[in-house]
């Protein structure tokens, strides 16, 4: 018997194409390195490589670390892809173990919570506890509000303006519908 839990693993609950053109025009797609907002290396299409499960990742994808991080290597855009996907796959299972009503929330806010969480890391969005908290009680525009007063804003600027006019609406600013 499958439990809840796993089955909600198994169903892909925000729409991946949807969330991928969104991505791309937030991170962009490098195959070579360079540093991100924070300082990190990164490649691809925002895949960071300081953290510590990129060689391995990368390895999966039939690259090397060190010829990638020292820019003996392109990166394919298949690989890139890959990339992504996992990433993608990592953001949504965090997606809803941090907000409980993750699966009930609407395909424009699905996608705000996983771009947040691509773009922070599940450790940074665990962070954001009162606006996880208002998402989980359906206001939005406090959650929209709150978003807009973390550091994380005054980092990305634009991209938070965009993710909490979605948060706060629902509509989906890049009209991917």
């Known amino acids: 018997m499958i439990t809840l839990p796993v089955l909600l693993l198994l169903i892909k609950i925000v729409n991946i194409q949807k ?3 969104q991505i791309k025009i937030h991170e962009g797609l490098r195959r070579e390195v360079y540093m991100d907002t924070t300082g990190n290396r990164t ?3 925002g895949f960071n490589l300081e953290r510590r499960d990129a060689p391995i990742r990368l390895q999966a994808v039939g690259a090397n670390y060190h010829e990638v991080v020292t820019g003996g290597y392109v990166l394919t855009k298949d ?4 990339l992504l996907e996992m990433d993608i796959k990592d953001a949504e299972k965090a997606a809803i173990d941090l907000v409980s009503n993750y699966d009930e929330l609407d395909d424009v806010r699905q996608r705000v919570v996983v771009d947040m969480i691509f773009n922070l890391g599940v450790r940074g969005f665990s962070n954001f506890l009162n ?3 208002y998402i989980v009680r359906g206001e939005f525009g406090k959650a929209a509000d709150n978003m807009m007063r973390s550091k994380w804003a005054r980092q990305v600027k634009g991209r938070a303006k965009i993710l909490s006019n979605m948060m706060r609406t629902g ?3 890049y009209e991917l519908n």
């Open 43 to 45: 490649v691809g299409i």
């Open 79 to 82: 690989q890139i892809v890959l």
């Open 19 to 21: 969330f991928t053109i």
């Open 131 to 133: 606006t996880r908290k």
């Open 171 to 173: 509509d989906d600013i």
